[in-house]
Nanobody, 114 residues
Framework: QVQLVESGGGLVQPGGSLRLSCAAS????????MAWYRQVPGNQRERVAI???????NYLDSVKGRFTISRDNAKNTVDLQMNSLKPEDTAVYYC????????WGQGTQVTVSS
């Protein structure tokens, strides 16, 4: 069993920054990709950013140039640096790991508001 624990969410003003972190533990045999998703109540969960074990990244168009995903393969962690935050970035953010199954964290709330 794999556990994912997220941290770093909170309240920030528009234009501010937050850094989300996710640590994976448990029976991790291999990791193909790690990603961050977000979800607003009433909407589908959307993928914000993904990073492969080779370091390739892909971003949601609306966050390109503002968010950066990174990972530490030795520590099984993935971070999301979020800059120039906008109110429309407000959501619950979830960490996802794909490798021998798909695993999810419990989510962390990000609120962008003045």
């Amino acid at each position: 069993q794999v556990q994912l624990v997220e941290s770093g969410g909170g309240l920030v003003q528009p234009g501010g920054s937050l850094r989300l972190s996710c640590a994976a533990s448990g029976r991790i045999f291999s990791i193909n990709t790690m990603a961050w998703y977000r979800q607003v109540p009433g909407n589908q969960r959307e993928r914000v950013a993904i990073i492969t074990n080779g370091g390739r990244t892909n971003y949601l168009d609306s966050v390109k140039g503002r968010f950066t995903i990174s990972r530490d393969n030795a520590k099984n962690t993935v971070d999301l640096q979020m800059n120039s935050l906008k109110p429309e970035d407000t959501a619950v953010y979830y960490c996802n790991l794909n490798g021998g199954g798909s695993y999810w964290g419990q989510g962390t709330q990000v609120t962008v508001s003045s």
